[in-house]
Nanobody, 124 residues
């Protein structure tokens, strides 16, 4: 059993920055990789960024150059640094971590556990 706890979401003006954190805990919790997904109102959940056990990073095209995913192995924590935020980035952001459970249609690994989500909202 594992638990993922996200933090760091909030209200931000276009062009601003936020840093999301995801702390993973649990007994016998093995991590192949960690990632961030997001879901905007009325839309499907989409991959934002993933980082594998080998430190390979994968980003959706719309966030490349603006978002950076990183991971602290000792703390079982993943981070998502988001810079130059745009209104289209408004969504609930979910942490995904654990053993590989499957693959998305685009070939991105999907891991076994999900966090409860943290909202990122662009302000006017």
């Amino acid at each position: 059993q594992a638990q993922l706890v996200e933090s760091g979401g909030g209200l931000v003006q276009p062009g601003g920055s936020l840093r999301l954190s995801c702390a993973a805990s649990g007994s016998d919790f093995s991590i192949d990789g960690m990632g961030w997904y997001r879901q905007a109102p009325g839309k499907s959940r989409e991959m934002v960024a993933t980082i594998s056990s080998g430190e390979n990073r994968n980003y959706r095209d719309s966030v490349k150059g603006r978002f950076t995913i990183s991971r602290d192995r000792a703390q079982n924590t993943a981070y998502l640094q988001m810079n130059n935020l745009k209104r289209d980035d408004t969504a609930v952001y979910y942490c995904n971590a654990g053993r590989i459970k499957g693959f998305s249609p685009t070939g991105t690994a999907v891991y076994g556990y999900w966090g409860q989500g943290t909202p990122v909202t662009g302000s006017s």
